[in-house]
């Protein structure tokens, strides 16, 4: 199916659906340019397994009130003599993390692991960087109280299980990696899992099925092409209804 589709019905939006309108139409123009970004899972052990840093945003700056992974725009200093933007990325992950937080991490060790771009009717666009190291030697967080004036090490299933009550707010790129990191129970496990395979990139296209319900969809489901959530077939999507968020994987492998 082809056309771009109003739903038949109007659900409530999930309060952590950051996209913009559905529909090819709705991105046709390409939207705004994306802004280059880069983000660093940083992981170590707890008692009870694998534990992500998780930064809280403050309300009055880009998907404010939300917790997320350190990170932030790539600056033009962050690039090398010859323009290398893996560098970059690098780098500016590292570098966020310094200011948000007062930590000090070698981009060296960093795992690519995925690449996120949002759909052109987002109002604002990051193309997104997503790396991943062991954090296991940090032993002080300092939050800059600007940007950022909260942090907390959580197991990425308690995060989800958190996100699902309500109690915080995560938005999909981050929720979609929150589940990949809960396959593994140790943050070696997690690192190496990561490192197995190619970077992912996600070209996010966002639809409506027949009920109104918005659908994030990505390279591997059968409604892609064609901006179709109602196409039937292998799934790689997640579902943004009202009362939670669902992601279904049959056309993709996750380790």
């Known amino acids: 199916m082809t056309d ?3 739903a038949a019905q109007t659900p409530t939006k999930h309060r952590n659906d ?3 309108e559905v529909g090819r139409a709705a991105s046709a123009d390409g939207g ?3 802004i280059p970004a880069a983000t660093v899972v940083l992981l170590r052990d707890g008692d009870a397994g694998a534990e992500v840093l998780m930064l809280h945003k403050t309300s009055k700056i880009s998907f404010g009130g939300m917790w997320v992974f350190p ?3 790539i600056d033009a200093a962050d690039y090398d003599a010859e323009g290398d933007v893996d560098t970059a990325a690098r780098r500016a992950a590292a570098r966020e993390s310094k200011e948000e937080a007062s930590i000090d991490i070698s981009p060296d060790d960093f795992v690519w692991f995925a690449h996120w771009t949002p759909p052109g009717s987002s109002p604002k666009r990051f193309a997104t960087w997503f790396f991943a190291t062991g954090a296991a030697h940090l032993d002080r967080i300092a939050v800059d109280g600007g940007e950022i004036d909260d942090h907390r090490w959580i197991r990425p299933r308690d995060a989800l299980a958190r996100q699902a009550e309500g109690e915080i707010d995560l938005a999909p790129p981050t929720w979609v990696t929150l589940y990949q990191l809960a396959r593994q129970e140790r943050a070696a496990d997690v690192l190496s899992a990561l490192a197995s395979q190619p970077p992912r990139y996600y070209e996010t296209r966002v639809a409506a099925r027949g009920d109104g319900v918005r659908v994030a969809l ?3 489901d059968a409604g892609y092409a064609d901006w179709d959530a109602d196409a039937a077939g292998p799934r790689h999507r997640l579902t943004m ?3 939670g968020f669902e992601f279904s994987h049959d056309g993709v492998d996750y380790p």
């Open 32 to 34: 705004p340019e994306p």
């Open 241 to 243: 209804a009202a009362q």
């Open 71 to 73: 990170g932030g725009r």
């Open 18 to 20: 950051t996209y913009g």
């Open 218 to 220: 990505w390279e591997g």
């Open 4 to 6: 771009d589709r109003s």
